[in-house]
């Protein structure tokens, strides 16, 4: 039964992962230098040229280097090669870059509040339910204070977590659908 929980939601973060690296280019306050935009155009290339080894390669080498904690150029980069680590299934390699991509405090709130939930989903693939709990607790404080969409999956994600754990917190029993 939770092989096809786990199917269902891989299949989700996949779909929400390929629109997120290129789909979301600027923020409000951020913007891509041009240099860094050419590159992701250039991994998106080889992406669609199934040409994986070189777009990793470009994408590695950036993810690697030492930016500014507050570079929104950096931030982006972490965040696609993350999500390239994931669609590749390589989810343990991805979440250290989710994370440093986070850590970066580039994001808007919203971003990052997108951000935690696809971290979120990734620990529970990973069985790391305490992690996964954290995370998507974290996700639902940010959106309650910040009016922003809580779905109603990721609710009930973080109530499997707790049943998995049998740990069930009475607050999840408030949860808005």
């Not at 280019?25 to 935009?37: F, I």
Request: charged fraction near 25%; charge should be negative.
């Amino acid at each position: 039964m939770f092989n096809i929980f786990k199917k269902i939601l891989l299949t989700t973060l996949v779909v929400i992962s390929t629109a997120l690296p290129f789909g979301l280019y600027a923020s409000q306050d951020n913007t891509l230098q041009q240099w860094v935009y050419t590159l992701l155009m250039r991994v998106e290339s080889y992406l669609e040229k199934e040409n994986y080894e070189r777009a990793e390669e470009e994408l590695k080498e950036y993810a690697d280097r030492d930016w500014s904690r507050t570079s929104y150029d950096h931030a982006v980069i972490l965040r696609t090669y993350a999500y390239f680590l994931f669609n590749q299934k390589r989810y343990a390699e991805g979440i250290p870059y989710l994370e440093k991509a986070l850590s970066k405090k580039a994001f808007t709130d919203l971003e990052k509040h997108m951000i935690r939930y696809s971290l979120g989903q990734i620990q529970v693939v990973l069985e790391d339910y305490d992690a996964a709990i954290l995370t998507l607790e974290e996700w639902v404080k940010e959106g309650e204070e910040n009016e922003f969409p809580i779905a109603p999956q990721g609710r009930a994600l973080l109530a499997t977590c707790y049943a998995i754990k049998n740990n069930f917190n009475p607050e999840i029993g408030r949860a808005h659908v």
